[in-house]
T-cell receptor, first 113, second 112 residues
Framework: GQSLEQPSEVTAVEGAIVQINCTYQTSGFYGLSWYQQHDGGAPTFLSY????GLEETGRFSSFLSRSDSYGYLLLQELQMKDSASYFC??????????????FGRGTSLIVHP | DAGVIQSPRHEVTEMGQEVTLRCKPI?????LFWYRQTMMRGLELLIY????????DSGMPEDRFSAKMPNASFSTLKIQPSEPRDSAVYFC??????????FGPGTRLTVL
């Protein structure tokens, strides 16, 4: 089995930088994904990390440290529209096959003017 | 591409009635997932298919729930009989792999 931990809520001001952390415990790790979900909407894929390091996509970046069982999503130049829930999802690897990612409980990001 | 299509978008029914949710995945995606989301339990995977074959249904809460994928472009999730505790948003997602999933708009189910 596996467990995922991410903060329930993060607040920040417009224009700032915010980091949303995700720590996990798995018996075998394959990759970590991030999804964004606005209120009343569907989750939208943001990024995927399988190897250590930083992946950048515009204002959003995602980082992974496999040795620390830790990843984070970094949002720069925050905008009001970034107010949403952010989910990390971790997939355990398995010999002969791969399991489906398990989603964390999500972090509610509130951006203030 | 139109993205993942789900119907209906909203469903209100009475306890004991049968409910059928429908999903059309993105063309070319081999994986299809059914999720349920509630405030209490978060986003839960119910079942997933690979090439129309159910692979893991361990998340299906009980025998009242069933899912089918008769072809690559259509899947259903059925609840019979429905109960108030089934009230939730049900999402269908598809993908070429399991790590990059594209979610449909969801069906908001209310069982009275």
């Amino acid at each position: 089995g596996q467990s995922l931990e991410q903060p329930s809520e993060v607040t920040a001001v417009e224009g700032a930088i915010v980091q949303i952390n995700c720590t996990y415990q798995t018996s075998g790790f394959y990759g970590l994904s991030w999804y964004q979900q606005h209120d009343g909407g569907a989750p939208t894929f943001l990024s995927y990390n399988a190897l250590d390091g930083l992946e950048e996509t515009g204002r959003f970046s995602s980082f992974l440290s496999r040795s620390d069982s830790y990843g984070y999503l970094l949002l720069q130049e925050l905008q009001m529209k970034d107010s949403a829930s952010y989910f990390c999802a971790v997939r355990e690897g398995a010999a002969g096959g791969s399991y489906i990612p398990t989603f964390g409980r999500g972090t509610s990001l509130i951006v203030h003017p | 591409d139109a993205g993942v299509i789900q119907s209906p978008r909203h469903e209100v029914t009475e306890m004991g009635q049968e409910v059928t949710l429908r999903c059309k995945p993105i063309s070319g995606h081999d994986y299809l997932f059914w999720y349920r989301q509630t405030m209490m339990r978060g986003l839960e995977l119910l079942i997933y298919f690979n090439n129309n074959v159910p692979i893991d249904d361990s998340g299906m809460p009980e025998d009242r729930f069933s899912a089918k994928m008769p072809n690559a472009s259509f899947s259903t999730l059925k609840i019979q009989p429905s109960e108030p505790r089934d009230s939730a948003v049900y999402f269908c997602a598809s993908g070429r792999d399991t790590d990059t999933q594209y979610f449909g708009p969801g069906t908001r189910l209310t069982v009275l």
